[in-house]
Every structure is written in structure tokens, then in C-alpha cells.
């Protein structure tokens, strides 16, 4: 198998679907109309509700969505092979994740741009939207962990990625400051993209000063600096620090990705791993579990991903500026998302497989595999960073991007700047994330303990604000300093993708209000059907196999008391949605038609 044919093939399959079914959901299962104010307009408060160029928006729900998930996830499912990987994001991205990312947006903007947890209270009773809400905080204190565990590796003892990391952050607020004075986006654009480039390769220049020893930073360092960073970046204006940063940080994705494929085409590599591996049926040193379910665990963005459902109903609600943007923003961004996943997976598998168990395993797990490294020392010796056991995906895919690019002649003798750069565009993808994902923590929070002291619902009241921003910063940062990659993120695929089957939930729930035939809801059931169960059968195997044995390295009593709340609530939910879809199903057909958006 070699790369070409499997973007060329991948790339038609979503143009493909985007052109058919995401017009086919956009005209005749929600009916967008344009004529109807979205939230953004009606009610334009400068801070959070603030009507955004489609493509800004683009920009910044593509950043806020494709965060580790796209690039981390497809890395470890390789441990299976490239087919199964390759199988679930096309089938799971057109299928399942186009369709969630696009009727959670559509949900929360009929309710003014509400977070899901409200949306459910109001769709489905009061003890769904209470189950919803805590199980939203459940779950996106774990995938916050989740996503920053990863950074941590990329950028431990890595003062050239620090720093070029830690530039973007002064360089998108004044981006965000200079579009806002002078309503020039390409001015403001082009300056934060090339001061972006400016700290990349000013990163050499720092090793071995003072300033490349205070960056020199280990992990546990860095799991306090990010909950901090976090703080500020949800408790600041969005047009500030979020918009700018997810913005142009989407220009450096898509065009590292679009130069990515460019250098498969030229290069061509050769896919080294099997279809299937050895390690389908489990035990693998990477993921303990089985093909099935865990491919559909591992890989969450980039196939279906709960994470989204955070994102589509939180900030980008507040962003729309027409309806008919949700077609581009929602379905359209997912299948893009679909693409760097690929491209990620393409990295990984160009590998040899025993250099890429080096890297994603601990030096004493390789050991026991009997396999032998081919072109990581090498490599190694040309980045000028230790690769082995650096464990989380993030280090496998600059590894992958690099190996590739260098082959072509021009670009064989800057293997540590490709390295770096990866390493920068990664980690700053995952900040966005939890810029956004922090923020939606803080409206959840907001929103949930509102219902006690009714002050804090409002979001323009900055005590609440800071209390809830620092309140969810604490709760991930907690648990991302109390565990590793393997126990975190197996714990966020689980509850991530049983946040994307609450989501679906929602969604089915609004088409049999809205929709012009029942069996719209088709749309949202089928993808449900398989993910529920799929979720609950790998939260079972993770409590039976791994948290509650005390001889796997992953034992952790507060993982399974965590995997059990939330596949309790999971069920309870469901069970509330059957209720109420009986009840609309049984509704006469005329009470079923409402205004559509």
C-alpha cells in the first residue's frame, strides 16, 4: 500500500459527502434559513455573543475541535494496523461526526447559543438536563487532562519548543488588538503568521542561554503553567486571546497538513505497517484492549467526537453570523478534521513499526517486544533530541513529518527545524482546545452551580466568572498531575465518545421536532446505536481489565469510580430521550412542525 492511494481515495470519499449529505442536512433536515437572526445578532454583546466572518469562524471551531484528538489518536490506533484506523475516520467522520457536529450547533443556536446541558433540560425534561450537565463536567475535566498530558510530552525538556510556543501567545492577542483597531483581517493575518515563523526558527538561538535554561522546563512544571495559562485564556475577552490565536493557528494546520500531502505526492512512502497487526485481539503495548472497541475510543476527533459538542455549543454558538455558515462550520469542519487525522495516520505508518513502538512505549515495555529500531537513531542524531519513550502520539508525528519531508533533497538537512516546527503547530493546536475547551468548562460551571446562586449564570459577572474559570482549571489540572498518557487517555476516549452519544441524543430529539419526515432522525439513531454501545462495552472492559486490577500499570480506583458515574449517567439520559421520543413520535403529526431556523 503506499500513501498516494489512500489520499487521493479518502480525499474524493468527504468532498463527496460534504457536497451531497451535508446539503442534504443543511436544506432538508434542519431547513436553515438565513431570513431568521442567528444569537450572535440578537444578542451582540461585544464579549461572548459577537456575529464573526464565516471563515474566522472556520477557523476558530476547526482550531477549537482539531486539537490532540486528530493528530494523537490515529498515532496510537496504528498499534492495530492502517486499515482499521483508515475504516472508522471516513466511515466515522461522514456517518457519525459531520452529523453530531452540525445538529449540537444547530440545537444550542436555536436556544440562543446555550450550552448542551440547558439545551437537554429544555428538550428533554429537567433530570436529563441535570444528568447532561454533570456529566458535561465529568467529561470535560477528563478531556482537558487528556489533551495537556499530551503537550507535556511534546515540550518536556524542549526549551526551542517552549519557547516557540510561548510566542504565539503575545503574538495572537496582538493580532486580536490590531484586527479589532483597524477591521483589516488579511493585514492582521499575514503579521501574526510571520512573527509565528520568527519564533520558530529564533528557537535554536536560545539553547544554552539563560533564557534556554528557564524554558527548560520538565512535566510536572508544565502541569502547573498550563491550568494557569488556561485561566487566562477563558476568563479573557474572545476576541482577544481565542479568536486570533485559533484563527491563525488554523492557517498553520491546514497549511502544514496541505504541505504534508504535497510531500506524500512527491515522495510517496511506502506504508510499512500491515493491514493488521499482531495485536488486534489486545494486549498491545501501547492500548491493552481490543481492535474493537478501542478503535472507536482511541480515535475520537477525526471520526465522532464529544469534544465538539462542547465547542458547537459553546463558543461557536455565540459566533455564527448567518445560518447557512453551519453547513461550512459544522459538517464542513469535521470532514477537514477527517483529513489531518489521515495524514497523521499516513506519519505513523510510514514509520518502521519497531522505530514507532520505540517512541511510544517505555524503554522497558520496547524490550519485551523482540524488535530492533531501524532509523530512529538516525533521526534521533539529526533532530538532536532523544526520542525514545516519549510517549503521547505528539513526538511519533513530528518524527513521522519529519522522516517524510527530508526525504525530499532540498529539505534533508533541516530535520530539526521540520521537527520543532511540528512540535510548535501540535501543541499550539492543543492550546486552542483548551482555550476553548476552559472556557466552555467555565460556562458549564456558570450555568450548573447557577442553579444554587443565581448571579452566577450571568456571564458578563466577572466574580463569576473568575470563580468558574479558576474552578475548572484546578479540577483538570488536578488530575492531569495525578496521572499518565496511557490511564488519561483511555479515560478521555471513553467519556468523550459517550459525550458525543448525549450529543446525538440531543440531536434526534430536535429533527423529530422539526423535520419534515420522521425518518430524518435516522440521521442521528444510526450513529448513536453503534457508539452507545461501543462505549459502554470499552467503559466496562477499561473498570473490569485495567482500573480495578491491581497488577496493571493503569490501576486507579478514582478512574473507575469516574467511568462509572458517567456511563451511569450516559444510561439515564438515554433512558429519559426514549421517553420523550415516544411521546413526539406519538404527537400528531402537525404539533411536530416548528418554525425553521
Known amino acids: 500500500m503506499n500513501a498516494i492511494s489512500i489520499v487521493i481515495g479518502s480525499i474524493c470519499i468527504l468532498m463527496i459527502a460534504y457536497r451531497l449529505y451535508g446539503t442534504f442536512m443543511a436544506a432538508k433536515v434542519l431547513k436553515l434559513n438565513d431570513a431568521n437572526q442567528t444569537p450572535a445578532h440578537a444578542i451582540n454583546d461585544g464579549k461572548d455573543y459577537v456575529p464573526t466572518n464565516k471563515w474566522v469562524t472556520f477557523g476558530h471551531h476547526f482550531a477549537a475541535i482539531a486539537a490532540a484528538g486528530p493528530l494523537v489518536g490515529p498515532i496510537l490506533a496504528a498499534q492495530f494496523g492502517y486499515l482499521p484506523g483508515l475504516l472508522w475516520l471516513l466511515i466515522g467522520a461522514v456517518i457519525g461526526g459531520a452529523v453530531h457536529d452540525m445538529v449540537v450547533l444547530f440545537a444550542s443556536m436555536r436556544k440562543e447559543g446555550k450550552s448542551l446541558s440547558e439545551v437537554a433540560k429544555e428538550e428533554l425534561g429537567p433530570v436529563a438536563g441535570f444528568c447532561t450537565g454533570l456529566a458535561m463536567l465529568f467529561i470535560i475535566t477528563i478531556t482537558m487532562a487528556g489533551l495537556s498530558m499530551v503537550v507535556l510530552h511534546a515540550l518536556e525538556n524542549n526549551p526551542w519548543g517552549t519557547f516557540a510556543v510561548g510566542i504565539t501567545i503575545p503574538i495572537a492577542m496582538g493580532v486580536g488588538l490590531l484586527y479589532r483597531k483597524t477591521g483589516n483581517l488579511k493585514l492582521a493575518s499575514t503579521l501574526g503568521f510571520i512573527l509565528l515563523m520568527i519564533g520558530v526558527f529564533a528557537g535554536p538561538s536560545i539553547q544554552g542561554t ?12 508544565l ?34 497538513f496541505i504541505a504534508l500531502i504535497i510531500g506524500v505526492f512527491i515522495i510517496n512512502p511506502a506504508i510499512q ?7 488486534v485481539g489486545g494486549g498491545g503495548p501501547i492500548m491493552a484492549g481490543p481492535v474493537w472497541p478501542f478503535i472507536s475510543i482511541t480515535i475520537a476527533c477525526g471520526a465522532i467526537s464529544g469534544f465538539h459538542a462542547f465547542v458547537g455549543s459553546g463558543t461557536t454558538p455565540k459566533m455564527i453570523n448567518r445560518w447557512s455558515d453551519i453547513k461550512a462550520v459544522g459538517f464542513g469542519a469535521m470532514l477537514v478534521e477527517c483529513v489531518v487525522g489521515i495524514m497523521a495516520l499516513i506519519a505513523a505508518t510510514a514509520l518502521q513499526p519497531a522505530d514507532y513502538f520505540a517512541i511510544n512505549s517505555s524503554p522497558k515495555v520496547f524490550e519485551t517486544l523482540g524488535m ?183 490501576y486507579s480506583v478514582l478512574n473507575a469510580v469516574l467511568s462509572v458515574i458517567m456511563l451511569v449517567l450516559g444510561v439515564v439520559i438515554l433512558i429519559a430521550a426514549l421517553k420523550k421520543w415516544i411521546e413526539l413520535w406519538n404527537a400528531p403529526t402537525i404539533r411536530l412542525r416548528t418554525k425553521a431556523a
Not at 210 to 221: S, Y
Not at 273 to 279: L, R, S
Not at 438 to 453: A, P, W
Request: glycine residues 8%.
Open 372 to 554: 530492533n529500531v531501524v532509523h530512529l537513531p538516525e533521526l534521533a542524531e539529526k533532530i538532536g533530541l532523544d526520542l525514545e519513550g516519549r510517549t503521547g502520539g505528539a513526538v511519533t508525528l513530528a518524527v513521522g513529518m519529519t522522516y517524510i519531508f527530508t526525504k525530499i533533497p532540498w529539505f534533508s538537512h533541516l530535520s530539526s527545524y521540520f521537527f520543532q516546527f511540528v512540535i510548535m503547530f501540535e501543541a499550539v493546536f492543543i492550546l486552542t482546545a483548551i482555550d476553548a475547551g476552559t472556557r466552555v468548562s467555565r460556562y458549564l460551571i456558570q450555568d450548573f452551580f447557577g442553579e444554587l446562586y443565581k448571579p452566577l449564570k450571568r456571564a458578563d459577572w466577572m466574580p463569576g466568572t473568575i470563580f468558574a474559570s479558576a474552578l475548572a482549571c484546578f479540577l483538570w489540572g488536578y488530575l492531569l498531575l495525578s496521572g499518565d498518557i496511557g490511564s488519561i487517555w483511555a479515560l478521555f476516549g471513553v467519556s468523550n465518545q459517550l459525550m458525543a452519544s448525549i450529543g446525538l441524543i440531543v440531536g434526534a430529539t430536535v429533527i423529530l421536532k422539526i423535520a419534515d419526515r420522521r425518518w430524518y432522525v435516522l440521521t442521528c439513531l444510526i450513529p448513536l446505536a453503534y457508539l452507545f454501545v461501543t462505549v459502554m462495552y470499552a467503559g466496562y472492559w477499561m473498570i473490569a481489565n485495567v482500573y480495578l486490577n491491581p497488577v496493571n500499570a493503569g
Open 223 to 256: 502541569g502547573f503553567i498550563l491550568p494557569i495559562y488556561a485561566f487566562f485564556a477563558a476568563a479573557l475577552p474572545v476576541w482577544l486571546l481565542l479568536a486570533p490565536r485559533d484563527y491563525l493557528s488554523s492557517f498553520m494546520k491546514i497549511g502544514v
Open 210 to 221: 539563560a533564557l534556554g535554561e528557564l524554558l527548560t522546563l520538565d512535566t510536572r512544571t
Open 273 to 279: 505497517f500491515p493491514a493488521f497487526t499482531q495485536f
